[in-house]
């Protein structure tokens, strides 16, 4: 019925003596049958003594309400020789607890600290999914992710070199790795579990993680001995707050060899008198991504917060308009602003606007219909007249690769408004529409020079369009390459620009406006919302 | 919103210059004890600043005639062999206030040194000038300026302390005119 075999007897019996619980004695035989570690854990312990005791004519059911802890003292007495290699084992600790107690609750195993016991119940998915429940996170499956003490490495450690001595003695060739493992275990049992409270499956892909630390403080000193015996493992890190991280634990324990590990660890290692306590429970979901195009109406209104030596130089930012309904309505912990290019606080953008994508982290909700999306985006639209956004939807990580790709290879569309020291006339800048690809030189322009590296970069003007407003103003329609500073083509930047509006008019020129006509970007996909 | 003409008149009353919008002025009378050859400092708000002549400097008066521009500034020392490499301007010639720029000689046989003026490192130097001396005199607070130099950021408020504003630099051209007079 428990699927051990005859041959698993005397480690099982050995395992019970250890103090471990029958899950963990079911790992270290072997045992792959799913099922079998999801029954209910009275009828396990009392059918791991039927089997363990067959040889015998006592009756199973009595065998069944001891706890193991009597079980293992009774054993002890019996093969005191075969149980005991180091010599180390102290029966007297256990002797002293008081048998009432042991009666209500099964003792706490000595390999898993009661992880495969109590917190694999029940009660236990209960409260966590109580946790989940009041957390408003909304989700189709769920991925659990567990943490364990460090110590437990250890005290499996312990449990395998017993078990790896009894095989060798029965010709047994088993590794390590071939054990099942605790977390998988915990799982097998767990995820039924959790889908019987939450009503949704189990998925590895899944975005909504549960994750779960676990801690034992009463046996955190019982990795201490490794940093002596394993120095090298144990460097310390910024970052953590211990040197016990469980993968410098585990390294140690595949470094140190078994007499070592003997000399320093009590094995059996005492009883603990309480079961682990989950000391974290953590929903997160993973990051969604909405993404759409924005006009900007203003010419005081910086893209991204405007802020110099921790001042905040203007009242808000195209970035902060938007994402604040988009938090509000998906409920995440924080955002991430990325767009096609950027314009300066004062420059428009008008058309049909600039692709920007945002990065929800840790949403609360991920899912939204598309009237609810309709609905979001006029919400943003009602709250602002600097900010228009159209085409919102949710979209890909992936996706947002075609909003960076080929940047400078894409063409923008500008409008500018230029002024003229001297009085012009038509005739004077008509020369400017018949000039067709146009290649500049530009110097880093002196404004960003501080923080980019100084470089002469050829750019591109495929065409220009010239509307005379008087004699000392026109506009003019520019078509360039993506990346082409229009501000310094037009003033010169110290005549780093070269040509500039004034080396080809012959006449200092400044701007006095400048608006982004188009981006040509075809992504996001356009939606018919009109 | 508007994207017809009808805000023209506005944006169009007038607009100070690029310069003007960007940076503020600051000035050297004097340049190294030597009389009238008064430098001005361009700062960006960025910190970035730009090194050009100011209006009493000799080389701008009338009559003055430039022959040649020289970055060579001492035998083993060019001011053309600075480079500067990634966002951390690596390699840059780093100036004190009293470092030479370049030296300018005129057809009368003067000679004038250009001092940086202010600590930092030197980003580029205005080679156009080297071709073109008339932009110095033509236009020199904008493609006539001398050098870039970038201060350190925590100097960058420092740097200006021992120059001049342009009110103070008013008073001081008022009171020299005075006492020629
Ligand atoms: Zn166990």
């Known amino acids: ?530 | 919103m508007a994207e017809d003409g009808s805000e023209r008149p506005a944006v169009m009353a007038t607009v100070p210059g690029v310069t003007e919008r960007y940076f503020t002025r600051w000035y050297k009378p004097d340049a190294k004890g030597n009389p009238c050859e008064d430098h001005c400092i361009l700062q960006h708000s960025n910190r970035i600043c730009v090194i050009t002549l100011a209006d009493a400097h000799p080389l701008l008066q009338k009559g003055k005639a430039i022959e040649r521009i020289s970055y060579q500034i001492s035998a083993n020392c060019s001011r053309l062999q600075n480079k500067v490499s990634g966002k951390s301007k690596r390699g840059a010639q780093f100036l004190t206030e009293l470092a030479p720029l370049c030296r300018i000689f005129c057809s009368d046989g003067e000679e004038y040194t250009i001092y940086s003026c202010i600590r930092g490192r030197l980003i580029e130097v205005n080679e156009s000038i080297l071709d073109n001396p008339s932009l110095l005199q033509q236009k020199p607070y904008s493609e006539g300026y001398i050098a870039v130099v970038l201060p350190k950021f925590e100097e960058s408020k420092s740097v200006t302390q021992g120059l001049l504003t342009r009110k103070e630099y008013e008073e001081v051209l008022s009171k020299r005119f005075n006492c020629t007079l």
């Open chain 1, 1 to 530: 019925m428990i699927e051990l075999a005859e041959k698993d007897k005397s480690i099982a019996q050995m395992l019970l003596n250890f103090g471990a619980c029958p899950r963990c004695i079911f790992r270290f035989c072997r045992v792959e049958l799913q099922a079998l570690y999801r029954r209910p854990y009275k009828e396990l312990l009392c059918e791991l003594h039927t089997f363990l005791q067959s040889n015998n004519n006592e009756s199973p059911c009595e065998m069944a309400q001891p706890p193991c802890k009597r079980i293992r003292l009774e054993s002890t007495k019996e093969d005191t020789e075969e149980q005991t290699p180091n010599g180390s084992h102290q029966p007297t600790n256990a002797e002293k607890d008081g048998a009432a107690e042991e009666n209500l609750r099964p003792a706490v195993c000595n390999v898993c600290l009661g992880i495969l016991q109590e917190l694999c119940e029940t009660d236990f998915v209960k409260a966590v999914c109580q946790k989940i429940n009041s957390s408003e996170y909304q989700f189709s499956s769920f991925v659990f992710s567990v943490s364990f003490p460090p110590q437990l490495s250890v005290r499996e450690h312990a449990a395998w070199l017993l078990v790896k001595e009894e095989m060798r003695k029965q010709d047994l060739l088993v590794e390590k790795d071939d054990l099942v493992q605790l977390k998988e275990a915990y799982k097998w049992i767990i995820h039924p579990l959790f889908l019987e409270e939450l009503g949704v499956p189990a998925d590895g892909k899944s975005l909504f993680e549960v994750s779960v630390v676990f801690a034992h403080p009463e046996t955190d000193e019982d990795c201490h001995f490794l940093a002596v015996a394993c120095r090298s493992c144990f460097k310390p890190a910024k970052n953590k707050q211990s040197v016990f991280t469980r993968m410098a634990v585990v390294k140690a324990l595949e470094l140190i060899d078994d007499d070592d590990f003997h000399k320093n660890f009590q094995c059996p290692p005492s009883s603990p008198k309480t079961p682990c306590t989950a000391v974290d429970i953590q929903c997160t979901n993973g990051a969604i991504f909405v993404a759409g195009r924005y006009n900007k109406y203003s010419r005081t209104l910086p893209q991204t917060p405007w802020i110099i030596d921790g001042e905040r130089k203007m009242e808000s930012s195209v970035e902060e308009l938007i994402s604040e309904h988009l938090m509000a309505t998906f409920k995440a912990d924080s955002f991430n602003f990325s767009s096609s290019g950027r314009e300066d606080v004062d420059v428009r953008t008008l058309g049909n606007g600039r692709p920007f994508a945002i990065e929800l982290v840790n949403p609360r909700r991920v899912h939204l219909a598309a009237d609810e999306m309709k609905a979001l985006q006029q919400t943003i639209n009602n709250s602002s007249d600097k900010v228009q956004v159209r085409d919102l939807q949710i979209v890909t990580r992936e996706a947002i690769g075609h909003m960076k790709e080929g940047e400078e290879g894409k063409t923008k569309s500008y409008s500018a408004l230029i002024w003229t020291e001297k009085e012009i006339q038509k005739e004077d800048i008509a020369i400017l529409d018949s000039m067709k690809e146009l290649k500049l030189d530009q110097k880093t322009p002196l404004r960003v020079l501080h923080r980019r590296p100084l470089a002469v970069r050829v750019r591109v003007i495929h065409t220009m369009h010239s509307e005379y407003i008087d004699e000392h103003h026109f506009r003019l329609h520019l078509k360039t390459q993506a990346g082409t500073y229009i501000k310094e083509f037009v003033h010169g930047d110290f005549g780093r620009t070269k040509p500039n509006m004034g080396s080809l008019l012959g006449m200092t020129a400044d701007i006095l406006e400048l608006d982004v006509e188009s981006v040509d970007v075809d992504w996001p996909p356009a939606l018919d919302n009109e």
